[in-house]
């Protein structure tokens, strides 16, 4: 079991935008939306040897692609795959339900689960402009990195079906107390999406 905690760990970003999915132009289909993300990590405090580039992380950098469709109203199921020296090597699934949700702002409840993590979080976006939203989903989890994490992003719309999409969290790890200044670590991604 600890061999598997070490290979598969989890994500270190959002698995996918809690935007709103809307219908297929035509009306027909399920909607849909596959992303791919680079992520970094780093412990908060600057290294001895001087300071991180935060995209390219203290620790290295790690690839995630991840996939989500509406399943029902209010529902949405997705999928994730990531691997890289951050985030180690893995695959999940998880699920959204929105107790809030219209065209400018979303609230709602996340399970994630996956080889080797589960976690809950709070999806919650809020639309700002026409094509620019603010993103969020604090979550706590059983996770190789960052029991508690609490992302912030931006999503922009380049296109009708494109989306740039960057953020930056703050995760903890307890175990990692003791190990000062390490127990605390920032995050940060950056990914496009196309939907379907």
Do not use: K
């Not at 949405?76 to 929105?98: C, E, I």
């Amino acid at each position: 079991m600890i061999l598997a905690w070490a290979i598969g760990c989890a994500p270190s970003a959002m698995l996918g935008t809690p935007l709103p999915l809307a219908m297929a132009p035509n009306g027909m289909g399920t909607p849909a939306e596959v992303s791919v993300a680079l992520t970094g990590t780093g412990p908060v405090a600057e290294p001895q040897e001087g300071g991180c580039i935060l995209l390219g992380g203290c620790e290295g950098l790690s690839g995630q692609i991840s996939a989500r469709f509406t399943w029902r109203e209010r529902v949405d199921l997705g999928g994730v795959a990531f691997a890289g020296n951050t985030s180690g090597l893995g695959a999940g699934v998880y699920g959204r339900f929105w107790y809030v949700d219209n065209s400018r702002f979303r609230l709602g409840g996340e399970l994630q689960a996956g080889f080797a993590w589960v976690a809950a979080g709070v999806p919650i976006a809020g639309m700002v402009h026409e094509r620019v939203w603010i993103t969020a989903n604090p979550s706590i989890g059983l996770r190789s990195l960052s029991v508690m994490r609490v992302p912030m992003g931006v999503a922009i719309r380049l296109g009708e079906r494109t989306w740039l999409s960057a953020e930056m969290a703050v995760g903890w790890d307890p175990w990692r107390v003791f190990q000062d200044p390490e127990a605390v670590q920032l995050q940060g991604s950056a990914g496009v999406s196309r939907r379907f």
